[in-house]
C-alpha cells in the first residue's frame, strides 16, 4: 500500500486507493476531511472507501487495497447501474416508470381466455395443437392468480400450486417458439436458458441463481416486474443423472438447486461474489446504502423442454410388458408413448423425483412431417421464408416462390430430420449463389420454381447469360 509524505492539492486519480490518515484539502472539489462530500453533494472516493469497507468486509478485519472504478459503462457483472443513473434523471425516469406501470397494468389487467391465446399461437406455430391448448390452459390459470394476489394481497397467503410445465419433443418442433410467443404475447419479461451451462453451487459453471438475474436483467432490473416473468430452460434432459454416476455436479445438484427456485425463493439480484457488481450498483446510488432487493420466484412461471432421447423406449417397456425384448418401437409410435409418459419413465430417464414432482404439466410435441413444413412456409407469420424474401429486397429484388417449390424445399427438409431448423438449411444452400451474384445485375424479380430447386446452379447460370445479353444489346 502507497502512502504519500508530501501535502498535495493534486486531485486523487480514481484507480488508486485514498488512504492518508489526515484530512487535506481537495482542490479540485473543495472538500476537506475524511468522507466528506463534494461540492456537488457527491461522496469522495475516501468515503466510498469507507463504505465499501464496512459493506463488504464489515466485522471480518480485512481492509480495501484497491478500488478501481470502472467507466460510466459500469461493470460487466451488471449493467443496469447506468440505467439507474438515466432514471433518476429527469425525463427518462418518467419514461421508465411509465414502462414499468404500464407493464405492470397489463399484468393485472390480464383477461385471456385460452382459446385466445391458442388462436393467437396458430398465427405462428403450426400444429402442435395439444401442446397449445396445454399451455393455454396453464397461462391463464397462472396469471389469473397473479392477478387475484395483484388485486388482493391477502390471497398471496393461500397455498398456491404453480403450474411449472414440461415440454418434449424432437428438435425444430416449435417448442421454444411457443413460449416466446406466448411471453411476447403478455408483455412480461422473459429469458431463455441452455441447462447445460449450469453446474451444481462450488463447481466451475453458472449457479442456476443467476437465472433469475438474468430475467431481472430482462426487466430493466426492476424486481417487481420480474417477479412475474416466464423463465424457459432448454435441454433438461441433458441434467439427467445416470444410475451409474456417483457424484453428478451437472446432474443431480443442479435439479437439487432448482428445486428451491421453482418453489418459492427470494434471489440477490447481484450475486454476492460478485464484487465488480457489487460496487457498480452501489456507485448507481452514489455510494449510499440502498434497500436491500430480492426477487421473490413464487409467480415466475418456469418451462422447461427437452428431446428426451429414449423416453420413448421406457414407455415402451412400461405400457407393452409383453413385448421386452423384441425391438424398439418405430417412429410413428415415438409420438404416441411420449403423449403417455409418467412421472416413473422421467424418473427412470434420470430425474429426481422431487423436481419431477415440480412440473404438473406434461406435454408433448408431435413431429414435423413434411406437409407441416411446407406450411410453415405458406402460412407462419414467423415463416423463414419471409427472411429471405426480406434479404432479396434489401437489393431491389422481389422474390417469389411458387407452390411446387414451396413443396420441393418441404421435402428437402423432411430429410435433414431437425424439424423446421431444416428449412433454413435447404434455403441457405439454395440462395447462396443467388444473393451474391444477382445484387450486382440488373435483376429486379426472381421467380423460384420446382427447377430452380433441382438444379439452382443451372438456372442461376441462365439468369445471369440472359443479362449479359441484355445489356450488350441495351449498348449496341
Avoid at 447501474?81 to 429527469?90: E, I, W
Avoid at 391458442?118 to 401442446?131: M, N, P, T
Avoid at 397473479?146 to 428438435?171: A, F, M, Q
Wanted: overall charge negative; glycine content about 8%.
Amino acid at each position: 500500500m502507497e502512502t504519500s509524505d508530501n501535502n498535495t492539492d493534486e486531485a486523487p486519480s480514481d484507480s488508486k486507493l485514498l488512504n492518508q490518515s489526515s484530512p487535506r484539502m481537495d482542490a479540485s472539489t473543495g472538500v476537506t476531511g475524511k468522507g466528506e462530500k463534494d461540492a456537488f453533494g457527491r461522496p469522495t472516493f475516501e468515503g466510498l472507501r469507507e463504505q465499501f469497507q464496512n459493506l463488504l468486509f464489515g466485522g471480518t478485519g480485512l481492509e480495501v487495497d484497491v478500488l478501481e472504478f470502472p467507466p460510466s459503462g459500469g461493470s460487466e457483472g451488471n449493467d443496469c447501474g447506468d440505467d439507474k443513473k438515466k432514471t433518476r434523471s429527469g425525463g427518462a425516469a418518467g419514461e421508465k416508470e411509465e414502462q414499468f406501470r404500464s407493464m405492470r397494468e397489463k399484468i393485472r389487467a390480464f383477461n385471456q381466455k385460452p382459446k385466445q391465446i391458442r388462436d393467437y399461437l396458430q398465427r405462428f406455430v403450426i400444429k402442435q395443437d395439444e401442446a397449445k391448448k396445454v399451455l393455454s390452459v396453464a397461462i391463464c390459470d397462472h396469471y389469473n392468480h397473479v392477478r387475484r394476489c395483484l388485486d388482493n394481497p391477502e390471497e398471496r397467503n393461500g397455498n398456491y400450486s404453480k403450474p411449472n410445465i414440461l415440454l418434449l419433443g424432437p428438435t425444430g418442433v416449435g417448442k421454444t417458439y411457443l413460449i416466446r410467443n406466448i411471453a411476447k404475447l403478455l408483455g412480461v419479461p422473459f429469458i431463455k436458458a441452455d441447462a447445460t451451462k449450469f453446474s451444481e453451487t462450488g463447481y466451475v459453471g453458472n449457479d442456476v441463481e443467476d437465472l433469475v438475474r438474468d430475467l431481472w436483467r430482462a426487466a430493466d432490473c426492476n424486481a417487481d416486474l420480474a417477479q412475474y416473468g416466464i423463465i424457459f430452460i432448454d435441454e433438461i434432459d441433458k441434467i439427467a443423472s445416470s444410475p451409474e454416476v456417483g457424484k453428478d455436479v451437472s446432474g443431480r445438484g443442479v435439479q437439487a438447486n432448482l428445486l428451491k427456485l421453482m418453489e418459492d425463493a427470494d434471489v440477490n439480484p447481484v450475486a454476492p461474489h460478485d464484487i465488480a457488481a457489487q460496487m457498480n450498483l452501489m456507485m448507481s446510488f452514489g455510494g449510499k446504502r440502498r434497500k436491500k432487493e430480492t426477487i421473490n420466484t413464487r409467480y415466475i412461471l418456469f418451462i422447461v423442454s427437452g428431446a428426451f432421447d429414449k423416453l420413448n423406449e421406457i414407455i415402451h417397456r412400461r405400457i407393452d410388458a409383453t413385448t421386452i425384448g423384441f425391438g424398439r418401437p418405430g417412429k410413428n409410435e415415438c409420438e404416441e408413448y411420449l403423449n403417455q409418459v409418467a412421472t416413473e419413465d422421467l424418473v427412470k430417464f434420470g430425474l429426481e423425483s422431487e423436481f419431477v414432482g415440480r412440473l404438473p404439466v406434461r406435454v408433448a410435441c408431435e413431429l414435423l412431417k413434411m406437409e407441416d413444413l411446407a406450411e410453415i412456409l405458406r402460412a407462419s407469420e414467423g415463416s423463414i421464408l419471409r427472411q429471405y424474401e426480406q434479404d432479396f429486397e434489401g437489393y431491389g429484388i422481389k422474390m417469389h416462390m411458387n407452390d411446387a417449390a414451396i413443396d420441393e424445399v418441404a421435402t428437402l427438409a423432411a430429410k435433414e430430420k431437425t424439424g423446421a431448423r431444416g428449412l433454413m438449411t435447404v434455403l441457405e444452400a439454395l440462395f447462396r449463389d443467388f444473393k451474391f451474384h444477382l445484387p450486382s445485375t440488373n435483376v429486379r424479380e426472381l421467380m423460384v420454381t420446382a427447377e430452380t430447386i433441382a438444379n439452382p446452379h443451372k438456372v442461376l447460370e441462365e439468369i445471369l447469360r440472359l443479362e449479359i445479353l441484355g445489356e450488350a444489346f441495351a449498348n449496341s
